[in-house]
């Protein structure tokens, strides 16, 4: 318990908490549209803003969230054209963000080896109390935005065109999880540092559909994995001396090999299950084939016959339902 007496301590569990659960819910939605190493890619942009931070003797953080948002928004307009020179300009993109940080940060007459070090790797002992309220800040942002939209962000990151065409506004969601994401990294940087944010947004979200077979059921599972590998991994990295965000990410990697060793024995049973009773039934109503069938979203005059977009609910459904 003598780990749990310091304030420094204090705060760095509260920071590990906060990233825990920020990262993963973000992630989910960019492993749904496979882009599993864009908060990599961010994570390299950040840099830029953590140099300009240093050179013009603001806050690295307060710099690198918007650094970080113009880049993300770079990279999903880049995304959205589908053009065959998007990867070498997201490339560029990439490596210039790193190569401006180190430049910037060299220039910098207050910035040392150590400074740019703690955010490459993360230095969560040294989270300060304007730190701390600031990533409180930015983690209620992504968590109000993530859980809030959650079936809004889902439906997008599934079937573009099939949200495009139940009515929701897909340009202004796909910009909006680019920013989201964006303002994730910036808040993990200081737990796990730049160059590796991106594991702890993709490998609790990994570890999770190991053992889950629906999106809710899958961010719970994966906010569960990361705010537990956090708080091992601060605790870990107190008592034997081992940077925290390594730490962190080794553990979330050894729980997604758990998950996978435990999701075998699983699967088979599920399998044999089925084979002796039949396939599961699915809860999602289906149109009747009686009497009633004229009331079905089948039936003359009905959602699929007139082409009219499907309720939220039913988009809810037969997304949670895939």
């Known amino acids: 318990m003598e780990m749990f ?6 705060r760095a569990f509260l920071a590990a908490v906060l990233v825990g659960i920020t990262a993963p819910s973000v992630g989910i939605y960019l492993v749904q549209r496979r882009q599993a190493l864009m908060g990599d890619g961010i994570g390299h942009v950040a840099l830029t803003g953590v140099g300009l931070g240093f050179l013009f003797q ?13 880049g993300a928004i770079v990279m999903e307009l880049v995304r959205a054209r589908g053009n065959q ?5 997201l490339a560029m993109l990439f490596y210039g963000g790193m190569a ?9 007459s207050q910035a040392g080896s150590s400074s740019l070090e703690s955010y490459l790797w993360g230095s969560i002992l040294t989270v300060s109390p304007g730190d701390l309220a600031l990533i409180g800040g930015l983690a209620a942002i992504v968590i109000a935005v993530t859980v809030g939209l959650r079936r809004q962000l889902f439906a997008v990151c599934q079937d573009e065109e099939f949200a495009r065409v139940t009515g929701l506004p897909v340009r202004v969601l796909n910009l909006l999880l680019a920013v989201m994401a964006a303002v994730t990294v910036t808040v993990a940087m200081r737990v796990v540092g730049l160059l590796l944010v991106s594991a702890l947004m993709v490998v609790p979200v990994a570890a999770a559909q190991q053992l889950t ?7 719970a599972a994966a906010i569960g994995v990361g705010v537990v590998t956090a708080l091992l991994g601060v605790g870990t990295s107190y008592q034997a001396d081992l940077p925290s965000g390594p730490t962190i990410v080794f553990l979330a990697i050894l729980a997604f090999a758990l998950f996978s060793a435990i999701a075998a024995p699983l699967a088979k049973r599920r399998h044999r299950s089925a084979a002796e009773h039949g396939p599961a039934v699915c809860d999602v109503a289906l149109p009747h084939q009686g009497p009633d069938a004229a009331t079905g979203p089948d039936a003359p005059g009905g959602p699929a016959a007139t082409g009219a977009p499907l309720s939220g609910e039913t988009l809810s459904s037969r997304g949670l339902a895939q």
Request: charged residues 15%; aromatic residues 8%; contains cysteine.
């Open 5 to 10: 007496q310091p304030d420094f301590m204090q």
């Open 58 to 70: 603001t806050d690295p953080i307060w710099m690198a969230v918007l650094v970080c948002v113009v």
């Open 85 to 89: 020179r998007g990867d070498i300009a």
């Open 100 to 108: 401006g940080g180190k430049l910037l940060v060299s220039m910098s």
């Open 213 to 219: 077979r629906s999106f809710a059921a899958t961010q």
